[in-house]
């Protein structure tokens, strides 16, 4: 029921819906086919075909990917679709390819945000 579950779970029907069934994707929750690390490791190898991974284990791979959970870096949604549908993601998919990965997409499973239990948290001031 989280962001990464329902993707995976609409691109496994969008694949079977427009190869007439001749493919499956297979969608495997709880760690079914190993947590973010080895699902990596698995696609370098060519054991597992696709997976959804957040940025903090790609970057283990392919460090530039940690600038994207900087906080405050994006002030808005669209704003950080805008950089990962440009230059940024190109170059990103770049660096990927080197390290044996394939990107296909890249989605905000939510923009960096911090939350307490004192006032909301809109500029980095309010952490104070």
Do not use: C
């Amino acid at each position: 029921g989280n962001p990464k579950w329902d993707a995976s779970e609409l691109f496994a029907e969008l694949i079977e819906e427009g190869t007439n069934g001749e493919l499956r994707v297979d969608v495997g929750g709880n760690a079914q086919y190993g947590d973010d690390m080895e699902a990596i490791t698995q696609m370098r190898m060519g054991t597992l075909a696709f997976s959804t991974n957040s940025q903090g284990a790609t970057s283990s791979v392919v460090p530039q990917f940690s600038l994207l959970g900087l906080p405050f870096l994006f002030n808005s949604l669209p704003s950080a679709w805008e950089v990962m549908d440009g230059e940024v993601g190109d170059e990103l998919k770049n660096l990927s390819e080197e390290k044996g990965l394939v990107l296909l997409a890249l989605w905000d499973n939510g923009i960096r945000h911090v939350s307490n239990n004192v006032r909301p948290v809109e500029t980095p001031e309010d952490l104070n």
